[in-house]
């Protein structure tokens, strides 16, 4: 195939990523760990699906980086995940070292990639990635919103017992229980949640999103990888297929929404050029009182890596 995308990390995200790119005959995959025979194990294995899948994706997994030269896309996520009672900044003094780490390498084999964070805190694991790569602000993404949307999307469907094809669903801010989701622009089939609810369940719901993350980790004593791949490989499918759609991703701000120098979630246009359009929608007062709240979440958590020698 043409297209070729590196996923860094073989664990549950990295693994299931890998896995869904290409049984949606996306791309061909590099999988790459630190951990000798993981990746060539689990490449192995899903190539040997591949002919029951029906795809011709080529998956190869390795240990350094020579086979991600040239890559279209790079997935991080490479790091440690949650255990229960964990929240997700408790673990930025580990990978923003892996991050970076990561970083340097991918940037060398693929000085033209989009990159794609998925680490944990993702907004600071975002900032790690953008100025250890030097890359332009339109080629460093990080998969939060979609999940969080998708989340969200799910419990609305289960509340309504209606498709989740006629849902949409958007959430902003940071990937953390500052997170901002946006009842007024959630839908069922056009008409707004706010519509079919009562205040109460819709509360209950933005409440379960918030706290969509912690619910898996309480289960599996380790975080959730089935939402989260399936999250980042639709952002790879818009931008390798140039389908510019619109999607919440955490971006590099430079004054919309009214932040400067920070990553968030906020709705973009994601096509062949990575980040084509951040697109700057109209919010209440109480709206944006709760942006400015995760904002200054994020903007903390970016301060902490400074302190941190990593
Ligand atoms: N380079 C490459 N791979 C690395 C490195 C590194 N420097 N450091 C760690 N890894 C690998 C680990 O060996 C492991 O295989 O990253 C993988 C992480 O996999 P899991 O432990 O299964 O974690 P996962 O659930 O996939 O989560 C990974 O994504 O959603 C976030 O919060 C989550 O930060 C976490 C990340």
Redesign the pocket.
């Known amino acids: 195939m043409d297209r070729k995308v590196t996923v860094?990390?073989?664990?549950?995200?990295?693994?299931t990523t890998a896995q869904r790119l290409a049984e949606k005959d996306l791309c061909d995959v590099v999988l790459?760990?630190?951990?000798e025979g993981?990746p060539q194990g689990k490449a192995l294995d899903l190539t040997e699906a591949a002919p029951i899948e029906k795809h011709d994706a080529k998956l190869t997994g390795v240990n350094s980086y020579e086979a991600t030269e040239g890559s279209n896309i790079v997935i991080i996520?490479?790091?440690?995940?949650?255990k229960p009672g964990m929240s997700?900044d408790d673990?930025i003094g580990t990978?923003a070292g892996?991050v970076k780490?990561?970083t340097q390498q991918v940037v060398k084999y693929s000085p033209q990639c989009i990159l794609i964070v998925?680490?944990?805190p993702?907004d600071a694991?975002c900032h790690v990635a953008f100025e250890t790569s030097g890359f332009p602000k339109n080629r460093v993404i990080g998969m939060a919103g979609v999940l969080d949307s998708a989340r969200f999307r799910a419990f609305i469907a289960m509340e309504l017992d209606v498709s989740v094809e006629n849902t949409h669903a958007f959430v902003l801010g940071g990937h953390g229980d500052t997170m901002v989701p946006l009842p007024r622009y959630s839908t069922v089939a056009g008409i707004p949640i706010t519509e079919l609810m009562t205040q109460d369940r819709i509360d209950a719901l933005v409440d379960r999103t918030r706290n969509g993350g912690a619910e898996i980790v309480k289960f599996l004593t380790?975080?959730?990888?089935y939402a989260?791949a399936s999250a980042v490989v639709e952002m790879a499918e818009s931008i390798l297929k140039d389908k510019k759609k619109i999607l919440p991703c955490a971006v590099y701000l430079q004054g919309e929404y009214g932040f400067n120098d920070l990553f968030m979630g906020v709705p973009v246009k994601l096509g062949a050029k990575g980040v084509e359009e951040i697109i700057e929608i109209k919010l209440t007062d109480e709206e944006k009182k709760a942006l400015q709240h995760s904002a200054d979440a994020v903007q903390s958590l970016k301060d902490a890596l400074k302190s941190l020698k990593y």
């Open positions: 860094v990390g073989a664990g549950n995200v990295g693994a790459i760990d630190i951990v993981v996520t490479a790091g440690v995940p949650r997700r673990l990978n892996i780490g990561v998925v680490s944990n993702l694991m380790t975080s959730a990888y989260p």
